[in-house]
Nanobody
C-alpha cells in the first residue's frame, strides 16, 4: 500500500507560482511512476504531468508545458509540482497518483494509476 498526501495548494493571483508536494508513505516511491492530475468543478479529471521511476523522464500536458515542472526526491519519498505563471484556468483540485513502474511505461491517463491522494485545492484569480 502507498499512501499519498498532497500539500501546498492555496489561493493566488494570475502570474504567481505555487509548489505542490506529494508525500508518500507505506512504500518507497523509487519504483513508482508518479503523476499529477487536476479536476475543475464540472469537468473530468485531466492529466497534468508525470515522472518516470527509472530515469526521471517527465511528461506534461500541452496546457501546462513550459510552466509546470515535476520533480521527485526519492530520499524524501516526495514528488513536487512547481507551477509558474499560473492562470485562472489552472484552478482545480490537484491530485497526486502513483503506479508501480517496473512493469509498464508512464501512464498519462487516470486509470493507469492505482494509488491516489486526497487532493489539494489551487485557486487562481485574475
Amino acid at each position: 500500500q502507498v499512501q499519498l498526501v498532497e500539500s501546498g495548494g492555496g489561493s493566488v493571483q494570475a502570474g504567481d507560482s505555487l509548489r505542490l508536494s506529494c508525500a508518500a508513505s507505506g512504500r518507497t516511491i523509487s519504483n513508482y511512476h508518479m503523476g499529477w492530475f487536476r479536476q475543475a468543478p464540472g469537468k473530468e479529471r485531466e492529466f497534468v504531468g508525470a515522472i518516470s521511476w527509472s530515469d526521471g523522464s517527465t511528461y506534461y500536458s500541452d496546457s501546462v508545458k513550459g510552466r509546470f515542472t515535476i520533480s521527485r526526491d526519492n530520499a524524501k519519498n516526495t514528488v513536487y509540482l512547481q507551477m509558474n505563471s499560473l492562470k485562472p484556468e489552472d484552478t482545480a483540485v490537484y491530485y497526486c497518483a502513483a503506479t508501480f513502474g517496473r512493469s509498464s511505461g508512464v501512464p498519462t491517463w487516470a486509470s493507469g494509476y492505482f494509488y491516489w491522494g486526497q487532493g489539494t485545492q489551487v485557486t487562481v484569480s485574475s
